[in-house]
T-cell receptor, first 113, second 115 residues
Framework: SQKIEQNSEALNIQEGKTATLTCNYT??????LQWYRQDPGRGPVFLLL?????KEKRKERLKVTFDTTLKQSLFHITASQPADSATYLC????????????FGSGTQLTVLP | GAGVSQSPSNKVTEKGKDVELRCDPI?????LYWYRQSLGQGLEFLIY????????KSGLPSDRFSAERTGGSVSTLTIQRTQQEDSAVYLC?????????????FGSGTRLTVV
């Protein structure tokens, strides 16, 4: 069955450093992968989508890579700020569905001032 | 509306009671999804509506759970005879009908506590 794993439950880094979060998946080949941010008491907010034929996607201080051979996506936040502290979720389409997503359990990022 | 609206934001109910959770998606979005998130857990898919098609109910955990979507807009998730394990945040999301890959827009959720 499809499985998504995100690295460690929590990640603490110093302000100004680059945060790198990992999303690994098994047992399928998704056409795309998405990343979301979730703050306490709020629903997830869509950040970026990367398609299987794209190696890298950037948006401001965010960068996402997608390695379909390794079955892995890396999510980078450069020049991190305390306001970046949140839980970050990766999501992939369910096999056989163009729209229905399955989500990883998330990585809680804390940027220390 | 400007975003996905869910109500109530919090609901405390006694075990065995029925509850209704409401989701008002973004106007024009034809796809609507319900997920639930237990404390410290990932999002668990419940049900998916797409236009006038039959909903995908494959994620509903038991026959105590049901959902409907009236007029292709507002959706109601109903949980009958609530149990303590139903306590979770219930999240609704919507997307436009423009193919796969569009990011979901989530509401802020309904936090359900069954006591």
């Amino acid at each position: 069955s499809q499985k998504i794993e995100q690295n460690s439950e929590a990640l603490n880094i110093q302000e100004g450093k680059t945060a790198t979060l990992t999303c690994n998946y098994t047992n399928y080949s998704p056409a795309y992968l998405q990343w979301y941010r979730q703050d306490p008491g709020r629903g997830p907010v869509f950040l970026l989508l990367i398609r299987e034929n794209e190696k890298e996607k950037r948006k401001e201080r965010l960068k996402v890579t997608f390695d379909t051979t390794l079955k892995q996506s890396l999510f980078h936040i450069t020049a991190s700020q305390p306001a970046d502290s949140a839980t970050y979720l990766c999501a992939l389409p369910v096999s056989g569905s163009a729209r229905q997503l399955t989500f990883g359990s998330g990585t809680q990022l804390t940027v220390l001032p | 509306g400007a975003g996905v609206s869910q109500s109530p934001s919090n609901k405390v109910t006694e075990k065995g009671k029925d509850v209704e959770l409401r989701c008002d998606p973004i106007s024009g979005h034809t796809a609507l999804y319900w997920y639930r998130q237990s404390l410290g857990q990932g999002l668990e898919f419940l049900i998916y509506f797409q236009g006038n098609s039959a909903p995908d109910k494959s994620g509903l955990p038991s026959d105590r759970f049901s959902a409907e979507r009236t007029g292709g807009s507002v959706s109601t998730l109903t949980i009958q005879r609530t149990q303590q394990e139903d306590s979770a945040v219930y999240l609704c999301a919507s997307t436009p009908d423009s193919g796969g890959g569009r990011g979901y827009t989530f509401g802020s959720g309904t936090r359900l506590t069954v006591v």
